[in-house]
């Protein structure tokens, strides 16, 4: 299906005032128990605002800004420090996006959740000087670029093995859902090109880059929203020889508490945090009410899956373990103002790039903002 397709398609329905009353009704007739139940009472007023990290084509931000879908991440601007990161390219990137009345809200490193020979900057990760100091101080440049050209946000990632899944399985409707069974995922070979990296060698390595960037981020009050491992691995085996050290919820209360600052927090990828616990549509609230309240989400990937810790599926928006309407909820709670946006989702017949299923997405998450909007 061709963009212009996509628009035309998805485009339809999205109006948030019925799509809330749809789906609180439907969250209503599902769950009986919620007919008597109390949303949960906001401290403060929350100012959620649907987001993407779709790109910033010219066509992708035409369908964006009429879709509604207003605040955006955009693509990697380039793998190296060069003229896309300079002050001049960040604000052509910048005034483009805005020329279509959509804000710039984040930029990602070229710190990407690949896998260690892909990696754009390799030896951040692999601890090896002198070559990371190097790699450092293009990161550097990189946020004192962005702060000079109005960008308040970058995103990143400090992984080596990428994001491990096994082989899909069936959904709703026949869908795919993406799926990680750890019995099943193959260690092969057993190392990676990286070594045995223990616990506390992979946190030397978090800190040293912290230790370096944070300050920079803090003088020039750019935010550093780093993506938890996608998916965490068992205490003590790891996968291929790497303990994810950000793939647990004490891992990451551990990042943030490293270099305290507003500046230094996460991209709080709900999913994946989910994917860590063991009863996520039981736990996940708690967690997003400890880092919230503590003004570490910077922004979210807002996704649901079925099942939890080694053994889960990324499901429809609406189809996992989590109530998404109560932890929309919990995110104002806690004042959260930042973007909601999709990040995986369902594959469907005849949708080869997704569109129709990120269009969903976008559909559902306006209309639960709109309905907790609502909620006195």
Same mark, same amino acid.
């Given at each position: ?31 009986? $128990? ?63 996006? %805005?020329?279509? /009345? ?34 450092? !101080? ?49 260690? %092969? ?5 990286? /070594?045995?990296? !223990? $616990? ?18 803090? %003088?020039?009050?750019?935010?550093? $929203? ?9 205490? /003590? ?5 790497? %303990? ?75 189809? /996992? ?21 999709? !990040? ?22 306006? $209309? ?9």
């Amino acid at each position: 299906m061709d963009r212009r397709k996509f628009a035309r398609i998805a485009g339809a329905g999205l109006a948030s005032s019925s799509l809330t009353e749809a789906i609180a009704a439907a969250q209503v007739a599902t769950n009986p $128990a919620r007919q008597s139940a109390k949303p949960a009472t906001p401290s403060r007023k929350g100012l959620m605002k649907v987001g993407t990290q779709h790109g910033d084509s010219n066509e992708i931000l035409r369908v964006l800004a009429g879709f509604g879908v207003n605040h955006i991440c955009s693509r990697l601007p380039s793998e190296r420090l060069d003229e896309h990161w300079s002050v001049e390219g960040l604000s052509r990137l910048r005034d483009r996006v %805005e020329s279509f /009345g959509l804000t710039l809200d984040t930029v990602p490193l070229p710190m990407s959740s690949n896998y260690i020979t892909k990696a754009e900057l390799p030896n951040i990760l692999l601890g090896k000087s002198p070559e990371r100091d190097r790699e450092i !101080d293009d990161v550097c440049q990189m946020i004192r670029n962005a702060s000079r050209a109005g960008v308040p946000t970058l995103k990143y990632n400090l992984t080596l093995i990428g994001v491990v899944r096994t082989e899909s399985t069936p959904g709703r409707g026949g869908a795919e859902y993406s799926t990680f069974v750890y019995d099943k995922a193959k260690q %092969e070979p057993p190392l990676t090109e990286a /070594g045995p990296v !223990d $616990a506390d060698k992979y946190w030397e390595r978090i800190t040293y880059f912290l230790e370096r960037v944070v300050p920079v981020a803090a %003088e020039y009050k750019v935010r550093l $929203a780093c993506h938890p491992q996608d998916p965490g691995m068992p205490r /003590g085996r790891g996968f291929r020889g790497i %303990e994810t050290v950000l793939g647990s919820v004490e891992g990451l209360k551990r990042f943030v508490s490293i270099k305290e600052s507003p500046y230094h927090g996460l991209n709080f990828c709900q999913g994946t945090v989910a994917e860590m616990l063991q009863k996520p549509g039981q736990e996940i609230f708690d967690v997003i009410r400890y880092f919230g309240s503590r003004k570490k989400i910077f922004n979210v990937h807002f996704r649901n899956i079925r099942g939890g810790f080694l053994n889960f599926q990324e499901t429809f928006i609406d189809d /996992g373990d989590v109530d998404m309407l109560k932890a929309m909820r919990v995110y104002k709670e806690v004042g959260f103002d930042g973007m909601m946006m999709p !990040d995986h989702v369902p594959k469907i017949s005849g949708d080869a790039n997704s569109y129709q299923g990120f269009a969903f997405a976008f559909g559902y998450i306006k $209309a639960l903002i709109a309905a907790v909007a609502a909620e006195s």
